[in-house]
């Protein structure tokens, strides 16, 4: 697949969407060995309530659909991943603005975007066992493989790769951001619940463009 257009977009979320909802008891176990395990509930509320709105209307723009994914993750997760996920859909509503299509170089270009807002919102960086740490390493590999010339399915294949390496380097890492930082030694040896979310997100957008 080299390009995806608004309306693939659309379907792609919904998939992203019912990824995340179906692995709501296992972030939840991931979740319950440093924090309260409520993540995947909470996660899996946002993308059951984006996949309502998205079922809902066809859209115009990349923009629109991304701002309405962002809005309503950010009204419906509830705590601070709420807003966080909202802030990398924002980040990449923003980056996606005029563009009816987006090819491997466009979605690296919207995923930095995502990236530098949720770093600018939480103000976690690589090693604070967050999502970050699967988000950063999955930007790098996929503007290196769009650079390269590969298709948006080959670039996001190893986005979902570097990402999932990203949350196995989570299990040596101490928590420094929200409630897991008050464990600290007891979150080694755990993969982050959050870092989890993400790779899930990047994984069902690959299995979507591989797909087709």
Not at 3 to 23: Q, S, W, Y
Not at 27 to 39: M, P, R
Not at 137 to 145: H, I, M, Q
Not at 172 to 181: D, I, P, S, W, Y
């Amino acid at each position: 697949m080299n390009v995806l257009t608004v309306e693939e977009l659309r379907e792609m979320m919904i998939c992203v969407c019912d990824r995340v909802a179906a692995e709501e008891r296992r972030l939840c176990e991931l979740d319950s060995f440093v924090g309260d395990g409520d993540h995947g509930v909470t996660a899996a509320r946002g993308f059951r309530a984006v996949k309502k709105v998205l079922e809902s209307k066809r859209y115009q723009s990349m923009e629109e659909l991304l701002d309405e994914a962002a809005e309503t993750l950010s009204e419906t997760m509830g705590g601070a991943i709420g807003p966080i996920f909202g802030s990398i859909f924002e980040g990449a509503a923003e980056s996606a603005a005029g563009r009816s299509r987006l090819t491997a170089v466009e979605m690296g270009e919207m995923l930095e975007q995502g990236l530098k807002e949720v770093k600018m919102i939480g103000g976690a960086k690589e090693g604070d066992r967050t999502l970050v740490d699967c988000l950063a390493p999955a930007v790098r590999a996929l503007k290196e493989a769009a650079g390269a010339g590969a298709d948006l399915s080959e670039a996001l294949m190893r986005a979902a790769d570097a990402g999932a390496e990203g949350v196995e380097a989570t299990k040596k890492m101490v928590a420094k951001k929200g409630r897991a930082k008050f464990l600290q030694e007891k979150s080694l040896g755990h993969q982050d619940a959050g870092a989890t979310s993400m790779w899930i997100v990047l994984k069902a957008m690959s299995d979507y463009c591989a797909g087709k």
